[in-house]
């Protein structure tokens, strides 16, 4: 949530003159995103005002990655779903370099991000999430996440010495690291080009409707019953207390089913792939825990939101996806 | 650089409503402003879109100055001075309270800031200050500043044995932390409503054009010859190098008198009071230096920039300031 890579107007006008959208009017730093830099910007044509979103993508975002985030991106633009096109070039490029960092505009998107949901906004975003999976069916590329379950272990496992530093509790939670999920990590069940960060950050609302999904630099291939288990557990609590909501996440079961009817193992399996979604987002935060300068710009998120949640799917997994 | 306070989309949108601006449609918090927590707000109203800056006041802001920092804005504003109006509630207040904190509603301006001005863009610059305060001429409200010269040598000479810790240079330079510049600082110059804090940042252009003076929170009541001082000291020298751009310096004077001459004791004291402004961007930035937590959202500055300026202009200010 900062601007890593500082750029002068005069880069920024340099960079908006590669494409053909008018001149520079107004650029401003926006804190949004944790892995990249981001600025809002203004252009001017015909006397018209147009937005965009320019990234400039840091260490963490593999550059031999963008062409498939890119694509994907054009593609679900090109299928209508609520998705920014990325400008292209004059020369046709959808990436282009800033300072020797790749770097791409993306059309800008009306909307907010919801920090507390209700039932009808929830719902939208099952629906939406399926229309994705419905939408990218189609879409030839693929991608290997970087953050697979044994991945996940792995990076829990290199800190396990020290994840008392992080919370008392947090190894009476995974005293196995998480381990035990591999052994019934189901297999077989419906793949496909998931977004796999469904948080809602990135979605953006205006009213109930879904405006914008956003950020889809962790999109890969994957189980789409997966990318769902994601957004529950993403969406699901409480911002303070933690706590389950029932409501939040059976309407968003609902309206995922409502375009794409889950099947009986997709349904059975959720409890386990919510338990392996929560350890994906412990394992980049104790990451991040031990990581992260002591003097840098990024806030550390806590391990421990997303190690209650995984606790909270194993004890309670089956009731809460009930319908 | 950081937004402080989070706002859920949900209070931004309690808060727009207090005013008569349309619906809310996006709200980006952006890193601008080291004191402050800001996002840019659009909304819409009769199909046309409309774009605010929405600034929470952290502690650093007293509550107290508000009124006159909005009043300014305002006063500025009526005269056609290119600074953003402030937004009236619907009960026409130019201030109301989000979260406990005070908040306002400023009008956005296109524009960018120039990191590495050109002769044009510097003339310029010294036109709308010295513009800035002939049309506050009739400006009857008044602000005591913090930051005097006094002030500020109190606060480098509480970290006076720690000055080292900074860089070993610090102490060399600062060897009485500025005190002897209270003996040498002029008396009886005009004085009037000042900026005291227009850096490049707090400068948006359109090309050579000024299209905006922004962030008026150090704003006070002082002397009009220290605020063209402290512009000089901003804008004048190399961002990579520190290096004294006399060029510069030279169009900014010439812009300013182009308006307003300078009198012959202003310009006589130009060379203590730019030591003296250098000495209150050191005195913050050693005080920051040893107050951020570690841990902060904030990037420290480094205090050595305006101890190196300062050492510049005790050593050659003369020179500097010859037309």
Known sequence: MAVYTHLTAGEIAQFIARF???????????????????????????????????????????????????????????????????IHTRDDANMTLVRGKPAALIEFLPGVSIDDPDEAQAHAVGVA??????????????????????????MVRDHAERLGEVDPALPDILPDCGASLLESW????????????????????VGEQVTGLIDFYFACTGLLAFDLAVTHA???FTATGNDFRPSIGRALLAGYESRRPLTQEERQALPILAQGACLRFVATRVEDWFATPADGLVRRKNPMQFAQRLAFYRDRGEAAFQS
Chains 1, 2 share one sequence.
Do not use: M, Y
């Open 20 to 86: 053909d959208v008018g001149a520079l009017r107004s650029a401003k730093g926006i804190a949004e995103g944790v892995s990249n830099s981001n600025w809002l910007i203004e252009t001017e044509r015909d006397g018209a005002a147009h937005r965009f979103i320019l990234t400039v993508f840091e260490a963490r975002t593999d550059a031999a990655d963008l062409p498939f985030f890119l694509s994907l991106l054009d593609h679900l633009a090109s299928k209508g779903q609520p998705v920014p096109r990325t």
């Open 129 to 154: 999430l399926a229309d994705l999976h419905l939408a990218t069916r189609d879409f030839t590329q693929t991608r290997q996440t970087s953050l697979g379950i044994p991945t996940c272990v792995g």
């Open 186 to 205: 189901p297999e077989g069940l419906p793949g496909g080009t998931i977004h796999a960060d469904l948080f809602p950050d990135n979605v953006l609302f």
């Open 234 to 236: 993403a969406w699901s």
